[in-house]
């Protein structure tokens, strides 16, 4: 080895050698330009186009399809990850009540569906895929109501479907006779309010309305005027503050069977004038229950948020378009009292309201009808054990809109929230079968049918009770919206409210003398017709009321939150901001170091 490494030394000395002296001897005075002119002319662009061509197609269209995945999974709000992560566990559902209250203890303690998780459909992973089933398939049980007709005290018709324990016992429905519901009945009979442009034929509604029945419980829709398939037929409409027809209702079931019990769902705009009702009556109302599922309760903050982004904007447009359907089926009578044309050409709810609502209504603006309708401004007297169900993600209803205080400070209201759920979908199983907004009010009726504060409750529904809120929403004469968005006008005539039965093909005439009927529908005390001045007073007060109060619910939201919010806006300043702060320091830097290394290398 070392005679080997000996003899190669001289030919390694001799090579280095060379190459020094090569070097060394190049010509220093070489002219470079034309060969940085040849670089110069090749752009890095054609060579990074050629790179790109070299890529196979195929890792292109993986490419794409995975960044249209990410932008999917964004846009449509996907939480199945999330799910995955939990190891689909499920939400534990938010419960806000007084802690005062004897009654909210006692009923969430026997909820047991209260106190567990939801978990969504692993496929609905979404909102918007919630709400767009339940829209589209809902998958409903089959079923057949019994049809009542229930004449207004202005000549208008509403619809009263109806459906039984005997119903669908088996499985499947019947229709019954008239004598299958005694005057002596005791069980119970649950009200179901459904939401904006819906009838008892929507998804929901049958899932509500078949569960309770199969449980047991008489359920009865009441189908908004102009739906359910029955025509207008008085220039009256309903709209989301519209609680007279509500009111007349429950007066009449209570009437035909005072021996039964009497609990009310909402949903949507449905529960809004539910909440609203039973705000303004307080602790006469005849319900022993009720449960509101994802109300908008701020009606303005609602109108705000679903034009705030491009998905809500879509609902927006859909909503709207609803609404033009229902006003092409009553033509006749709204294009006489309502902007016709401008109602044609509405492309969004507040348009429709503002050339329909708000021209008959006669409010001054769009906002002073959302502000007068909201609910949140009759929750703090709600006199009747509630239950509020609202989903953090709903895409309609918005949470930033839910009386959060109001509802802790009241000791009759039990509110219920999930992080995920949609608009009234909160479809639950690997088949999506079953709604779970549907087993939480099975439930809480259940609880409250054999809770001792009911007994108590009824009691109290004898005694004198103050008197209503009033709302200058109700008051005629006036033109009403419905909350489709379609109003017409309204006597003051008093006539006496009449049932008409479908399946026995004739009208029977209700023995209630519905009295004088007021502004809104409840009897005029003689002392007030007497004192019209105290009248304009408490009117007034009302008025400066229904201004103050939303405005200063606003501002202990805004003083509340306002610490959290400042720390939320930096840190989202801070990652929105970045990627344009980082490249524009990154090219800083690169100039920088750039024009330095020359000047170093040429000082040298």
């Known amino acids: 080895m070392l005679s080997i490494y000996s003899l190669d030394f001289p030919l390694i000395f001799f090579f280095i050698s060379f190459s020094l002296f090569s070097l060394d001897s190049f010509p220093k005075s070489m002219d470079w330009e034309p060969l940085a002119a ?9 060579l990074l186009f050629q790179a ?5 197609f195929s890792h292109y269209f993986f490419a794409a399809s995975f960044l249209f995945l990410i932008f999917l999974y964004s846009f449509l709000e996907i939480h199945f990850l999330q799910d995955l992560l939990t190891l689909f566990r499920g939400d534990p559902v938010t419960l806000n009540y007084n802690s005062c209250s004897e009654l909210a203890q006692s009923v969430v303690a026997n909820c047991k569906i209260l106190q567990g998780r939801y978990l969504a459909t692993p496929w609905l992973s979404s909102p918007h895929l919630q709400t767009a089933f339940l829209s589209f398939l809902g998958r409903p049980p089959p079923l057949t109501y019994r049809r009542h007709l229930f004449r207004a005290f202005d000549g208008g018709t509403i619809a009263l479907d109806w459906l039984t324990y005997t119903d669908v016992v088996g499985g ?16 119970p009979i649950v009200i179901v309010i459904p939401g904006l442009t819906s009838d008892s034929a929507a998804a929901y509604v049958k899932h509500l309305a078949f569960n309770l029945a199969r449980q047991g419980w008489n359920v009865v829709v009441s189908n908004h005027r102009g739906l359910g398939g029955v025509s207008l037929t008085s220039d009256c409409c309903y709209n989301a503050g519209w609680t007279e027809d509500l009111r007349k209702i429950i007066d009449h079931i209570r009437c035909e069977y005072p021996e039964a019990p009497l609990y009310a769902v909402g949903t949507s705009i449905g529960a809004n004038i539910l909440v609203k009702y039973l705000g303004e009556d307080g602790a006469n109302t005849p319900l022993v229950g009720a449960a509101a599922i994802c109300s908008p309760w701020d009606l303005l903050i609602c109108d705000r948020f679903i034009n705030r982004r491009p998905m809500q904007k879509l609902y927006d447009r859909a909503l709207t378009v609803g609404l033009q359907g229902y006003a092409q089926l009553h033509q006749s009578i709204l294009s006489r009292l309502a902007n016709w044309e401008g109602i044609e050409k509405s492309s969004s709810l507040r348009d429709f309201d503002n050339h329909a609502t708000r021209v008959l209504r006669k409010f001054e603006t769009v906002d002073t009808y959302y502000r007068r309708s909201s609910s949140t401004n009759y929750v ?26 109001e509802c802790r400070l009241n000791e009759n209201i039990i509110l219920a929230t999930t992080p995920h759920g949609g608009h009234l979908a909160f479809y639950e199983g690997i088949t999506a079968s079953s709604i779970w907004w549907v087993r939480v009010v099975n439930e809480f009726f259940g609880v409250l049918r054999t809770s001792p504060h009911i007994e108590g409750r009824k009691k109290m529904q004898g005694s004198t009770m103050p008197k209503p809120l009033q709302s200058s929403i109700d008051q005629a004469p006036y033109l009403n919206v419905m909350e489709d968005g379609m109003v017409t006008a309204m006597s003051n005539e008093q006539t006496d409210a009449f049932v008409e039965d479908i399946s026995n093909e004739h009208t029977t005439h209700s023995n209630k003398d519905e009295g004088t009927i007021s502004d809104k529908g409840t009897s005029v005390d003689l002392t007030d017709k007497l004192n019209p001045e105290k009248q304009i007073m408490q009117q007034v007060e009302q008025n400066v009321k229904d201004l103050i109060v939303p405005v200063q619910g606003r501002i202990d939201k805004l003083s509340r939150r306002s610490r959290q919010s400042i720390w939320l806006l930096v840190y989202i300043a801070v990652i929105t901001t970045w990627p344009f702060v980082g490249s524009v320091l990154l090219s800083v830097l690169k100039r920088r170091f750039k024009t330095f290394k020359p000047g170093t290398l040429f000082r040298k």
Not at 172 to 187: I, R
Not at 385 to 405: G, N
């Open 38 to 46: 040849a670089k110069a002319s090749i752009s890095p662009y054609d």
């Open 52 to 56: 790109l061509a070299l890529i196979p």
């Open 172 to 187: 499947t429905s019947c229709m019954l006779d008239s004598s299958a519901a005694l005057k002596g009945d005791k069980t």
């Open 380 to 405: 703090e007297n709600v006199s009747v054990p509630l239950l509020c169900v609202s989903a953090l993600d709903d895409p309609v209803c918005t949470s930033e809109a839910i009386p959060w205080d």
